[in-house]
């Protein structure tokens, strides 16, 4: 099973982006997904994350101004993020686990390759 990411670029302050996530691999409604993003010299934060039934939780640092949702015939999770700003600016990975929906990193077993994203202003 693999993480494929993708969707990142540079655009500018107040653009709109959205990023895709798509696992290769069966039962991919078994899976709780993730968004986290690092900054250079900054630690890895969570987003946001959407668990098996599509519940979504998105009180990270885009809260009020993304979505998340999924689509299970396509395999793909979507983190759709408006008014970017420049802090926006980050490496962004999808994260999977089929045992674990949550905010913690430690809790997924599975993740892409990471598409960066950057906002100038």
């Known amino acids: 099973v693999q993480l494929q990411a993708s969707g990142g670029g540079l655009v500018q302050a107040g653009d709109s982006l959205r990023l895709s996530c798509t696992i290769s691999?069966?039962?991919?409604?078994?899976?709780?997904m993730a968004w986290f993003r690092q900054s250079p010299g900054k630690e890895r934060e969570i987003v946001g994350f959407i668990g098996w039934m599509g519940a979504t939780n998105l009180d990270g640092p885009v809260k009020g101004r993304s979505t998340l949702s999924r689509d299970n015939h396509k395999n793909t999770v979507y983190l759709q993020i408006h008014s970017l700003k420049p802090e926006d600016t980050a490496v962004y990975y999808c994260?999977?686990?089929?045992?674990?929906?949550?905010?913690?990193?430690?809790?997924?077993?599975?993740w892409g390759q990471g598409t960066q994203v950057t906002v100038s202003s």
């Open positions: 691999g069966p039962d991919f409604s078994k899976y709780a």
């Open positions: 994260a999977a686990s089929d045992t674990y929906s949550g905010p913690s990193g430690a809790g997924y077993d599975l």
